[in-house]
């Protein structure tokens, strides 16, 4: 019996506790040199109350007896004994595999019964946590293996499969749906029918009975075993030797075809999906697949005894020890001060504190931190007082590179536009001192590397803010160099050049514009010294009765040229022209 399901937590609660005793001892003994260092024993006596540090030691000890019984329920104490039952979600499948004497056809090697067995043996291992039954058909269907977790028993029997076990010949594949229906009705949820046969079927019914399964949530997935070319049907003697083929009543040898019309069939009445057997089995992995995806029910598994955690226990204590060492008071019963020394003035004591006081709380005020003065800043700008937030970046110390960015970034909100130039102006200048180098120094840290190219970028706005468009523009270029990214960067250097190009366009009009009048006053010089032109004699009018003269002899010129032509074009005119195809 295992008294602790998992005792590394044991393991974990005796480091717990032993570095618990280590940290106390190692802080009492740090506490007492500071106290040595502070005042002299007769003084600390007055001060400290010996008692204190029992109390403080007794709620240590409930800490650590708190962490160490956390651990215990953690490992989980067990004992005594409860029956269990175990339930799971898992899939009912059954394999209905043909045996009859087709399926020793040699179209799949070594044969068709052979590969089958194998493919379902891949299939069986691949149905983990769900259920499998055998069912062997030929002219008849029989249970071979109920539906089982175990998945070695399933495979043992399905080795033993034979062809011809079964005495009635042919092949029923509708006997075979129907006793798989029967099994597999007495279950919720859908269920899985595997069919491997050749597809030559002697009966009737199959189609029906998929579709009866169907109704009763049985999906079908049909594997055909063999080839549409076919195969005869080898004899063998017992020594496994082939003396001949099966021959029909006729004396003819059989050829068995695989039937897969049929078996596509059977698989659509079922809703289920229909497979050709092939070398490398891929279509098991498909198979598992969708079988996966059905909806699965509950399977009752065995009876078993199972040890009975007692974790709550433990974790009932630790919760009351953590409970009672936050309840015991830190310190002992207030004691009244002892009575002051003979000869010794009261006030030297309450004089001493109130000089150290003051020694003490100035040193600390001294001491403050640069971060909190960037941390109040930070807030101020944020809820607009960018005049205190500015002050505060100032106390922070200007030297810091990040209280210098965010003083320029105030000082651009108060509208201080040259002041903010000149803030990012020295920020850039200390961490980039040559602009003219493709990168930062060397030396340059990653918090300069990171502020730099925002440094940049600002002071390209305040520049350009103060229409000082150059510097703006070869701000925006340094910041392009440092970080090629900043698209907003490559937006606003758009922006800073624009002026520059319609000055140039100004003055480009203005000089077209002036050549444009030197060289109209140079064509009116000339035209000065040219001689005057003698004026054109104009056309004379044409009147109306000349048109219609015209008009008239164009008329007579027209007739005689017809009455000269040949008397046989008008017969050609008549003729029908001769339509050719043009597509």
């Known amino acids: 019996m295992n008294l602790f399901r998992d005792p590394f937590y044991l393991l974990a609660a005796a480091a717990g506790l032993a570095a618990c005793a280590g940290l106390s001892w190692w802080a009492a003994r740090r506490r007492e040199r500071f106290a040595a260092a502070f005042a002299d024993p007769e003084t600390l006596s007055r001060l400290f109350d010996p008692a204190a540090l029992t ?52 179209d799949l090697k070594p044969n068709r019964l052979a590969r089958a067995k194998s493919a379902m043996a891949q299939l069986i291992d691949g149905l983990v946590g769900s259920r499998v039954g055998i069912i062997a058909f030929a002219g008849d269907a029989f249970l071979q293996c109920p539906l089982t977790h175990d998945a070695d028993a399933a495979k043992s029997i399905l080795r033993r499969l034979l062809p011809g076990m079964i005495r009635r010949p042919g092949t029923e594949v509708g006997k075979a749906i129907e006793v798989a229906s029967e099994m597999l009705s007495k279950f919720e949820g859908h269920k899985a029918l595997v069919l491997l046969t050749d597809g030559e079927d002697h009966g009737k019914g199959a189609v029906e009975a998929a579709q009866a399964a169907a109704e009763a949530g049985i999906r079908i997935f049909v594997i055909g075993t063999g080839t549409p070319e076919g195969e005869p049907i080898p004899v063998k003697n017992p020594d496994d030797k082939v003396v001949g083929y099966k021959k029909d009543a006729n004396g003819k040898t059989v050829i068995s075809r695989l039937g897969e019309a049929s078996l596509i069939r059977i698989a659509a009445a079922s809703k289920g999906s229909y497979f050709r057997a092939t070398a490398t089995e891929e279509e098991i992995e498909e198979i598992l697949r969708q079988i996966d995806g059905l909806e699965k029910g509950e399977i009752q598994g065995g009876s078993a005894n199972r040890y009975i955690n007692r974790y709550r226990f433990p974790l009932l204590l630790s919760f009351l020890s953590l409970l009672l060492a936050l309840a015991w008071p830190e310190l002992p019963k207030k004691r009244p001060p002892p009575a002051a020394p003979k000869g010794r003035r009261k006030e030297i004591p309450s004089v001493t504190a109130a000089f150290l006081l003051l020694l003490f709380g100035s040193s600390g005020a001294l001491a403050l931190p640069a971060e909190v003065g960037v941390w109040r800043g930070n807030s101020d700008y944020r809820d607009g007082n960018y005049g205190k937030a500015l002050q505060h970046y100032k106390n922070s110390g200007t030297e810091k590179n990040k209280a210098l960015f965010n003083a320029g970034a105030a000082l651009y909100k108060m509208g201080e536009l040259d002041a903010s130039a000149g803030a990012y102006a020295e920020l850039v200048g200390k961490i980039d001192p040559n602009p003219e180098a493709p990168a930062l120094p060397a030396a340059a840290g990653k918090g300069a590397r990171a502020i730099a190219p925002k440094a940049y970028y600002n002071l390209g706005n305040a520049l ?120």
């Open 55 to 106: 109390v403080r030691a007794r709620a240590n000890a409930l800490r650590a007896a708190a962490l160490c019984l956390l651990l215990t329920a953690l490992a989980g104490p067990q004992w005594g004994v409860e029956l269990v039952q175990s339930r799971a979600k898992g899939t009912q499948v059954v394999i209905a595999l043909d045996t009859s004497t087709s399926m020793l056809a040699e």
């Open 464 to 583: 350009f803010k103060m229409n000082k468009f150059d510097e703006a523009a070869a701000a925006y270029k340094r910041c392009l160099i440092l970080d090629p990214k900043d698209e907003d960067c490559r937006h606003n250097l758009v922006l800073s050049l624009r002026p520059r190009k319609n000055q140039q366009d100004q003055k480009q009009d203005k000089q077209q514009k002036k050549e444009d009048k030197k060289e109209e006053e140079k064509k009116k010089d000339e035209a000065k010294k040219q001689p005057p032109q003698k004026d054109r004699p104009r056309e004379q009018e044409f009147s109306k009765e000349d048109a219609e003269r015209l008009l008239k002899a164009v008329r007579e010129k027209e007739r005689a040229a017809q009455k000269r032509q040949p008397m046989d074009q008008e017969s050609a005119k008549n003729d029908p022209t001769p339509v050719r195809e043009d597509w």
